[in-house]
């Protein structure tokens, strides 16, 4: 090993023997080494030097970063030799691909009602103030606006699409004041990320006067009628009956979304409300509805087990194969598991019960009735592609497919089809050279690189837990 670190002699790798040598071994100035002197490694200052300028590196990097975030590069125009790929939505599914796709190689237009990506597994956190709805957003035009190419954004809802003639019909969306006519985009692909919506089951009175959990604004209901809920109990002159009523919270379907909101609102009813409402902490009840025998169906039963104790622990009651029928201003229209029919008044009701297909989703299977036989979405492929329709592609709880209806799964599919696209592109300009006359050479090599990318593999997906 000496004579190894004998032969060198540059002034760095003396440097480094000083730090790394065994203990009592020392670098004598011609690079003998006496193994006489013990000496501490590495020294002091040599830690707190590099600690030192590891922190202004840091420092550097973070300043440098936040001024770029703010101050984007100008971006390439649109251009007009490049195919366009029109991605419907702004969820999961559709910003994990935006952020992936490489804008050298096709020209984007995003279309969305809504004009952030809405981080949702913090929802249920932020209709109870533990966590501020501005900070579970992010601004689509803030991720197109750091892509290379400019990106078209569109806030507004896709209403029909017309796969014949390659176009989407677009519409302005009700929360901007001018009624706009309806406007048609055209595509080379489409990308469809337009998730689902909250099923009512057809009960009466959902609608009106219940709470979904899915978007910002939902989550916003629930916090006004939350508080207004308390307040109320708190006035002077309140009937038992009316405070018994007002305090009670009743939550609708005992799946993830379900179980997880009832856990969150217990959280700060009992415990953070004790300290501003000290005599209204103990007034307040929470309860889950669930029409089937147990909760968290799709999970196993150890899970299920756990969960109801805990529940039962903090007092939190679980009506089981309990049906609601209807939903009233105060109160819910039961159907308990003896076949009785009875009510249920309530203060707030968040209806969590799973989704449905959107309208979107439910006219492009009716374009396809052989292809698309599956009723609780898009029928795809391994590689995403609408099956029965050619270049239109969809992705997350839009589709039907074996995976969990998650953000998990959907933004591993925003990813993959970003990849998928990259490689594409790149098949489709070999083959296109392969057309033209190359020499014999020059053909040989492009053939090689034809057969590297030749086949797309499928997606995979790679589950990293039930809770991320
Ligand atoms: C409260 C809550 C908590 C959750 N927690 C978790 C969790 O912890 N882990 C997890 O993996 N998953 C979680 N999920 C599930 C996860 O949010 C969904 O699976 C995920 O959002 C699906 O992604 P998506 O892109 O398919 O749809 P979405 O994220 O719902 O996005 C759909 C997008 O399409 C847009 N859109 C709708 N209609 C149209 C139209 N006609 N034209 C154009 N755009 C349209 C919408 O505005 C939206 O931008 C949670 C869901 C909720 C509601």
Redesign the pocket.
Known sequence: MQTILKSFHSVKARRYLETVKPLNTRVTKNNNFSTTTVRRVPSLSVISSSMKYGAIAAVSYGAYKMYYWRHPRVQAPMDPDKKTIVV???????TSFLKDIDTKYYNLIV????NYF?F??L??SSTVGTVDLKSIIEPIRFTSRHKTRDIKVYEA???RIDPENKTVTIKDVPSNKVKEPERSVTYDYLVL????RNSTFGVQGVDRYGCF??EAKDARKIHNRLMACVENAALPGQSPEEVKRLLHMVIVGGG??GI?YAAELHDFLIDDLRTWYPDLADKVKISLVEALPSVLPQFSQKLIKYTEGNFRKQDITIHTKTMVKEVREKELVVKTPDDSIETIPYGLLVWATGNTT?P?VNDLIQKFPEAQTHKKGLVVDDWMRLKGCEDIYA????TATRYA??????SQQGKYLARYFKQLYIRQALEEQLKKGLGEKEKEKVEKKFERVKEIKPFHYSHHGS??
């Open positions: 419907l939505g702004s969820g999961w599914a559709s279309i969305s009602p809504r809405l949702t597994p929802l249920p809802e896709c209403t990320g337009v998730g689902a959990l899915k993830a979304t997880e959107t979107l992705f997350g709880d839009a209806p998650t953000g998990q799964v959907a809770l991320w």
